[in-house]
Antibody, heavy 119, light 111 residues
Framework: EVQLVESGGGLVQAGGSLRLSCTASGFTFTDNWMSWVRQAPGKGLEWVAHVKQDGSEKFYVDSVKGRFTISRDNAKNSLFLQMNSLRAEDTAVYYC????????????WGQGTLVTVSS | QSALTQPPSASGSPGQSVTFSCTGASSDVGGYNYVSWYQQHPGKAPKLMIY???KRPSGVPDRFSGSKSGNTASLTVSGLQAEDEADYYC???????????FGTGTKVTVL
């Protein structure tokens, strides 16, 4: 069974930093691109970042470029999101999602971790 | 990259069908056959319901179907059931810069 478990969310002041983690199990982690998708309270989904199987290619939504860094540790089946210079508008539930690159879909999602940025 | 446009709400009685749209542009929905649909119940993670415009993952009932014409994709839920009451989001691949864009979401109510 595919499982994705996020951790690392919490309350942080504007301008601060936070590192999210996602631990994967039940599938071959190195076979898949991985993404972070976020959802602000009461709002819709927003794709945030995407990383290739070996970490060599990374993509970001414009609003987080230069502030967020996606990375992975394939030896530990783990995905990370380093978030710096946090803003109030970054407040959201952050989901880790397995991406199927050939069909551009997110076929498994974690339960999410809440990040709250106080201004 | 702007969010894809969905109607805020849709509704139907049990057993009826409901269809709602997802409108983008030639740079996303119209440019690729990579439209996906996700179902999200309150407080839960999204669940993939449709991918590549019309395909259903295993385990998704065939009551769910997708289509696309030009820059607009649509999701139809036939034979509405109480458990179909949820928020639905479309998503499209949007090219090599901002890779993915999601829709604004449609809340489906089963009357």
């Amino acid at each position: 069974e595919v499982q994705l478990v996020e951790s690392g969310g919490g309350l942080v002041q504007a301008g601060g930093s936070l590192r999210l983690s996602c631990t994967a199990s039940g599938f071959t982690f190195t076979d898949n691109w991985m993404s972070w998708v976020r959802q602000a309270p009461g709002k819709g989904l927003e794709w945030v970042a995407h990383v290739k199987q070996d970490g060599s290619e990374k993509f970001y939504v414009d609003s987080v470029k230069g502030r967020f860094t996606i990375s992975r540790d394939n030896a530990k089946n783990s995905l990370f999101l380093q978030m710096n210079s946090l803003r109030a508008e970054d407040t959201a539930v952050y989901y880790c999602a397995r991406a199927r690159e050939s069909t551009k879909r997110f076929d498994h999602w974690g339960q999410g971790t809440l990040v709250t940025v106080s201004s | 990259q702007s969010a894809l446009t969905q109607p805020p709400s849709a509704s139907g009685s049990p057993g009826q069908s409901v269809t709602f749209s997802c409108t983008g542009a030639s740079s996303d929905v119209g440019g690729y056959n990579y439209v996906s649909w996700y179902q999200q119940h309150p407080g839960k993670a999204p669940k993939l319901m449709i991918y590549e415009v019309t395909k259903r993952p295993s385990g998704v009932p065939d009551r769910f179907s997708g289509s696309k014409s030009g820059n607009t994709a649509s999701l139809t839920v036939s034979g509405l059931q109480a458990e179909d009451e949820a928020d639905y989001y479309c998503s499209s691949y949007a090219g090599s810069n901002n890779l993915y864009v999601f829709g604004t979401g449609t809340k489906v109510t089963v009357l």
